[in-house]
């Protein structure tokens, strides 16, 4: 399985980003997909995933209320929707594969929130 993240960028406080992660190869046989994000200096942490279907959605406390992960089976494509963001939000995010030992990633993308 192969993951392409895109959609990172500069944003200020309070705004708002959505990440893409496109996903190829052998996806059949993908239990689910999620995204981590790794802030400098700190170590990488789980943010959100979403089961194979999509009916069930599982997020971070820190990120819970504001992020929101879809979908979409038919393009084979995983979304982050972040809205209301903060500083502390600045991290490289990742998309990832199979839980729960989560053996695919994807490259990562930059999220900057300035303040």
């Known amino acids: 399985v192969q993951l392409q993240a895109s959609g990172g960028g500069l944003v200020q406080a309070g705004g708002s980003l959505r990440l893409s992660c496109a996903a190829s190869?052998?996806?059949?046989?993908?239990?689910?997909w999620g995204w981590f994000r790794q802030a400098p200096g700190k170590e990488r942490e789980y943010v959100a995933s979403i089961s194979r279907s999509g009916d069930s959605t599982f997020y971070a406390s820190s990120v819970k209320g504001r992020f929101t992960i879809s979908r979409d089976n038919a393009k084979n494509t995983v979304d982050l929707q972040m809205d209301s963001l903060k500083p502390e939000d600045t991290a490289t995010y990742y998309c990832?594969?199979?839980?729960?030992?989560?053996?695919?990633w994807g490259q990562g993308t930059q999220v900057t929130v300035s303040s």
């Open positions: 190869g052998r996806t059949f046989s993908v239990r689910g």
């Open positions: 990832v594969a199979d839980p729960p030992t989560w053996d695919y």
